[in-house]
Each structure stands twice: as C-alpha cells, then as structure tokens.
C-alpha cells in the first residue's frame, strides 16, 4: 500500500523510470502512475515502455503537493475531516496557552460538528484572529504538576509500602 504523501526526494533525477519502476519506488499500483501521465506527468516520448526522466518525475510531484496545499487565513481552523480551512461555529474559539509564546486555538467544525485546532503564536494571534471571539483560558494540569497523583500511580511511598506488607 502506498503513502499518501510521497517524497519527492527519492527520485534519481538523472535516471530514467518505468512505470513499474515508478510503482515499486513509492509502493503505489502501476495505474496511480498511468493516471499521473493523464494529468500531466510528462514521459520520454510516446513509445513503449513508457519511460519518465528523473527531474520530470520529482516536478510533477512537488507541483502536484503544493496545488493540494491549503492555507489557512485569517479567522480559519483547517478541519482534518473536511479537508479544508473552516471559520469555527459562531465565530468563537478558544485560546488554550501551552507555554509562553505559543497556544492551540480550539473551536467547532460548523459542517461535521468536530473540535478542530490551529496550533498559533501568541505574539501574532492578533493577524491569526480575523474576526474570531477568542477566550483565553489556562491549559489543563499535567500529571506530575498535579497534587493528588493517578490512581494508578506507582511512584508514591505509601502504595509501594502498602504492597509489600
């Protein structure tokens, strides 16, 4: 089974490859291939085997990851369900600080009703925003910073005392 983002880097650019020879170095079905040749990849010549240069291969597959690439704009959370930049539900989202500089924006998806996040730099989420109700809150406790400790927690003095007895 193939990825499903390939890297352009494994491609020789001074060689020559088969569409088989293709299908084998990105693990993907000598079809995929010949549909790669119907959008655009561009072969030797018209003869059988098909053959593809190298630096032709490894363009059309960085120009067809930067068409598939999607930004973000101002006031946009990419939803990974919908596969596109979405304006959360009700213009609102939350803004959870996870350090100094940096945050998640966390909002609801308006079409699949999902949380999606954009992960933002506190000092450039005034561009981030656009026109987005943000509530700043505080991010959750980790564990360790925690007074009480997990339930399954090991590392107390006590639950080891309490099993040896």
């Known amino acids: 089974m193939g ?3 390939l890297n352009p880097r494994l491609v020789k650019i001074y060689r020559n490859y088969s569409v088989e020879q293709i299908a084998l ?15 655009g ?5 018209d003869q059988r085997p098909t053959l593809v240069l190298g630096h032709e291969l490894s363009r059309f597959l960085i120009e067809r990851r930067q ?7 101002p006031g ?9 930049p979405k304006v959360p ?9 996870t350090n100094g500089t940096m945050g998640n924006l966390c909002g609801i998806c308006p079409d699949c009703d999902r949380l999606i996040y954009r992960r933002v730099n ?30 399954k ?10 099993e040896d007895a």
């Open 3 to 5: 990825y499903r983002h």
């Open 25 to 39: 170095l990105f693990g993907t079905h000598k079809n995929t291939i010949r549909k790669w040749l119907k959008e």
């Open 41 to 45: 990849l561009a072969a030797i010549d």
């Open 67 to 73: 068409n598939a690439k999607q930004s973000c704009g």
């Open 76 to 84: 946009r959370i990419f939803c990974v369900a919908c596969r596109a």
């Open 89 to 97: 539900a009700g213009h609102m989202a939350d803004c959870i600080s």
């Open 122 to 151: 506190l000092v450039k989420l005034k561009h981030v925003r656009g026109d987005l109700e943000i509530t700043f809150r505080e991010a959750y406790p980790r564990i360790r910073e925690s007074l009480v400790p997990s339930v």
């Open 153 to 162: 927690c090991d590392s107390n003095d006590e639950a080891q005392s309490n």
